[in-house]
């Protein structure tokens, strides 16, 4: 079976967390582990988190209420766990997700341009398909999710639709690229439900990179 790596990207309430939460649930074999290292060895930021038995290492960490790639402080971080995720877990698909990473474009399609090239050339192991799942409910779903997840407690709604505009326009930017890129409208899935239709959606594209 072919290896993936799948960027999730969506705004704040498009339910790109639920992800890897559910994937906590289903592996509580779980673990994380920092790909640098202190003077004393000890391991530091940035951290990924490795799924065992479903065989998926996501970038950055679920211990706090923002999660994944809201973790890791910089770009270079995120590149650095990027690589090591990429190289140290052959035999893994790779999550990435995150509400800052979801509004930067041309970094991450320069980035998926260079490792697709690389994967389709056989000048990287492992070589793996690219896929960017844009999750773009309705905008006001979003916004009552978020109004919900903070106890009513009101929210800038503005910056909500300003990043769901900013991922659903992404989108054909990521395809002119070469890049394969894909809308999902999560408000027609229930929560309980993400997790397998995820899986379903990534296993529909998942091909062997030639």
Request: charged share 30%; glycine share 6%.
């Amino acid at each position: 079976m072919s290896r993936v790596l799948v960027n999730i990207r969506g705004c704040n309430g498009s339910g790109k967390s639920t992800i890897a939460m559910q994937m906590m649930e289903e592996d509580d074999s779980y673990t994380y582990h920092g790909v640098g290292r202190k003077e004393n060895g000890d391991p530091k930021s940035p951290y990924i988190t490795v799924f065992p038995r479903l065989k998926w290492v996501a970038l950055g960490h679920y211990r706090a209420k923002t999660g994944g790639m809201d973790t890791i402080a910089t770009n270079e971080d995120i590149l650095s766990a990027f690589r090591y995720a990429w190289k140290n877990y052959p035999s893994y698909d790779i999550l990435m997700e995150g509400v800052i990473a979801s509004t930067i474009k041309s970094t991450y399609i320069d980035l998926f341009t260079e490792y697709q090239r690389k994967s389709k050339d056989n000048a990287i192991d492992p070589p793996r398909k690219i896929i960017v799942i844009n999750f773009l409910p309705p905008v006001d779903v979003c916004i009552r999710r978020v109004l919900r997840r903070n106890g009513g407690k009101p929210v800038k709604e503005d910056q909500i639709q300003s990043k769901w505009a900013t991922v659903n326009k992404n989108v054909v930017a990521f395809r002119e690229a070469g890049i394969t890129a894909l809308k999902v409208d999560t408000s027609k899935i229930k929560k309980s439900e993400m997790l397998p239709k995820f899986l379903c959606i990534v296993d529909k594209y998942r091909e062997v990179v030639k």
